[in-house]
């Protein structure tokens, strides 16, 4: 079955990139997703990239898709503090049903 | 403004007690999820729906059942509840098109 996979934690300083990585093992993925989850909420949607592109870019945050080694990260610009959450890659296969499946998410951590 | 709704955000429950989260969703999605959250292992799909009256398994369907008369209400229901359910319980409605999933505030359920 699909398995998305991503590292813990992160923890990176105010003002400094953050790159958030993200392995998948679907080669049939039509969207990948990053969405985020702020302390008590649920996820929101942050950025998503159709699997026919490599590279999203929007304001802050920028996508890239290695379709080859089914990798997905996302960089955050000129990390600030309001930018501590948790962050779940997530992909959608072209099966019939719209499943779309998680990763374990990553945490980030940002120091003034 | 899209709105998910789950009718509470703390629970706890006994061990064998029956219990009911609900979700309503006020987007006209056809699409609606229950999903548990748990550390370290991100999101797990439970159960989700396509339409009214229809659903399909998620991975972790064990112990659970699910209910949707109506389309913008989907229900989870713990038949029986049991103290490996404790867990953040995370309802989400789809659109079409990309499928960004919308998510409720969650329920964090605790059975003793």
């Known amino acids: 079955g699909e398995d998305v996979e991503q590292s813990l934690f992160l923890s990176v300083r105010e003002g400094d990139s953050s790159v958030i990585n993200c392995t998948y093992t679907?080669?049939?993925?039509?969207?990948l997703y990053w969405y985020k989850q702020e302390p008590g909420a649920g996820l929101q949607l942050l950025t998503y990239?159709?699997?026919?592109?490599d590279m999203k870019q929007d304001q802050r945050l920028t996508v890239l898709l290695n379709k080859k080694d089914k990798h997905l990260s996302l960089r955050i610009a000129d990390t600030q503090t309001g930018d501590s959450a948790i962050y779940f890659c997530a992909e959608r296969n072209s099966g019939g049903y719209q499943k779309v499946t998680f990763g374990t998410g990553t945490k980030l951590q940002v120091i003034p | 403004d899209v709105k998910v709704t789950q009718s509470s955000r703390y629970l706890v429950k006994r061990t064998g007690e029956k219990v009911f989260l609900e979700c309503v969703q006020d987007?006209?999605?056809?699409?609606m999820f229950w999903y548990r959250q748990d550390p370290g292992l991100g999101l797990r799909l439970i159960y989700f729906s396509y339409d009214v009256k229809m659903k399909e398994k998620g991975d972790i369907p064990e112990g659970y059942s699910v209910s949707r008369e109506k389309k913008e209400r989907f229900s989870l229901i713990l038949e029986s509840a049991s103290t490996n359910q404790t867990s953040m319980y995370l309802c989400?409605?789809?659109?079409?098109?990309?499928?960004?999933?919308?998510f409720g505030p969650g329920t964090r359920l605790t059975v003793l």
């Open positions: 987007m006209d999605h056809e699409n």
């Open positions: 989400a409605s789809m659109t079409g098109g990309y499928n960004e999933q919308f």
């Open positions: 679907d080669s049939s993925s039509t969207y």
């Open positions: 990239i159709f699997s026919n592109m």
